[in-house]
């Protein structure tokens, strides 16, 4: 996976340095192009292997605390791309006369090697597991009081709200840079900026989940949170609150910052909450919901259906008359529907918690990352 994006990268780079001049302004944009789905393929062969490692290698107690740590490794890498982009263009002279986009490049290529490195350094996995052995375990003494049909709604119900969580991702990204550049007249670099504090914000989220405080809170109600911040951050878009509270913050653009870092930490903690309980609920391996196929369909909810379609619906609708506000009535309505779901599906179907096993939760220290 690291291989592929490592292509992707070098075609960047020598795009980057001036390397394809030869090459017309449509044929730059085919490589161009073909290097950003190099990079794809690449996120999702390394993806899918460290769902599968993160599903065998803990135990069933521990995936409620793992999948959230998984999601905030991806919040920092979504906060620290935007971050150091924005800083490279915000640099008035580069080192050694390079462009922003041939700093952009190097930073790329560098993280890959270190990548490359860290990846030869792994060792092989052994093949009995704990997360293995507890699945196999569970499903040899399966209860005949539960139904198959039970866990298949409760994966069903959660890949697609993986698939709205992605989709409202996207667009609340997109929306923030969209409203900041051309309502607000921001640079690229600031917006970079912006929209790294949105991702990086999840870092006090993550310690206050960590605290004895948040132990004490189920992930069903951490869900639940993170729908309700996120209607709140929706909300934040509309220009009826913009009006209502101008005279207090000054600018408009406060409220898209504080958007971004409300939303979007809460968007991943809750996503590794849903991966939580789809690696609680996959069926046995061969059939048609098990984890490798359930880490699949959900790639391609995610990735190919709403991290795609998030961007383009944002734009659109924010490109109209009156576009703040309907993007933000539009984004409420996905979140609500997202908490309609999890409530009428997900939560009644779900596998009942093991108080005894709940309590060693609590009182066992946290497995290592």
């Known amino acids: 996976g690291t291989a592929i994006s490592l292509a992707g990268s070098i075609l960047y780079a020598a795009e980057a340095s001036g390397l394809l001049t030869a090459f017309d302004k449509f044929s730059t944009i085919i490589i161009l192009n073909t290097a950003r789905a190099l990079q794809g393929v690449s996120v999702a062969v390394v993806g899918l292997v460290f769902m599968k490692c993160y599903v065998s290698m803990y135990a069933e107690k521990d995936q409620h605390w793992i999948w959230p740590k998984q999601m905030l490794a991806i919040n920092l890498g979504l906060g620290l791309g935007p971050l150091l982009s924005g800083l490279a263009e915000s640099q008035t002279s580069c080192p050694g006369n390079l462009r922003p986009l041939q700093q952009h490049s190097l930073m790329i290529l560098a993280t890959l090697i270190l990548c490359m490195a860290l990846c030869c350094m792994l060792p092989d996995l052994p093949s009995d597991l704990p997360g293995t052995r507890e699945r196999n375990k569970r499903w040899a003494t399966a209860s005949s009081s539960r139904t198959e049909q039970q866990d298949v709604y409760v994966l069903l119900g959660t890949i697609f709200m993986e698939l709205l969580r992605a989709l409202t991702a996207g667009a609340m990204e997109a929306g923030?840079?969209?409203?900041?550049?051309?309502?607000?007249?921001w640079d690229q670099n600031k917006i970079g900026l912006a929209i790294a504090a949105g991702f990086m914000?999840?870092?006090?989220?993550?310690?206050?989940?960590?605290?004895?405080?948040?132990?004490?809170?189920?992930?069903?109600?951490?869900?639940?949170?993170?729908?309700?911040?996120?209607?709140?951050?929706?909300?934040?878009?509309?220009?009826?609150?913009?009006?209502?509270?101008?005279?207090?913050?000054?600018?408009?653009?406060?409220?898209?910052?504080?958007?971004?870092?409300?939303?979007?930490?809460?968007?991943?903690?809750?996503?590794?909450?849903?991966?939580?309980?789809?690696?609680?609920?996959?069926?046995?391996?061969?059939?048609?919901?098990?984890?490798?196929?359930?880490?699949?369909?959900?790639?391609?909810?995610?990735?190919?259906?709403?991290?795609?379609?998030?961007?383009?619906?944002?734009?659109?609708?924010?490109?109209?008359?009156s576009g703040q506000d309907r993007y933000a009535m539009q984004q409420l309505v996905v979140v609500a529907i997202w908490a309609c779901i999890f409530e009428v599906v997900v939560v009644p179907n779900t596998r009942e918690p093991n108080t005894h096993n709940e309590q060693k939760r609590l009182s066992s220290p946290r497995p290592s990352f």
């Not at 923030?176 to 007249?185: R, T």
């Not at 391996?285 to 359930?294: A, I």
């Not at 995610?302 to 734009?315: L, Q």
Request: proline residues 4%; hydrophobic residues 50%.
């Open 176 to 185: 923030i840079a969209y409203v900041l550049e051309v309502e607000h007249g």
């Open 201 to 321: 914000s999840g870092l006090p989220l993550n310690a206050v989940v960590d605290s004895q405080f948040g132990m004490r809170i189920s992930p069903m109600s951490w869900i639940r949170i993170s729908s309700f911040f996120n209607a709140i951050s929706s909300m934040l878009f509309a220009s009826l609150v913009c009006d209502h509270l101008k005279s207090f913050i000054g600018s408009c653009s406060s409220l898209i910052l504080a958007a971004g870092m409300l939303s979007l930490p809460f968007l991943y903690l809750a996503s590794g909450e849903c991966w939580a309980l789809i690696a609680l609920h996959a069926l046995p391996e061969g059939t048609w919901l098990d984890q490798n196929n359930l880490n699949l369909l959900g790639y391609i909810c995610m990735d190919m259906i709403g991290r795609f379609m998030g961007p383009v619906w944002a734009r659109y609708v924010l490109a109209e008359a």
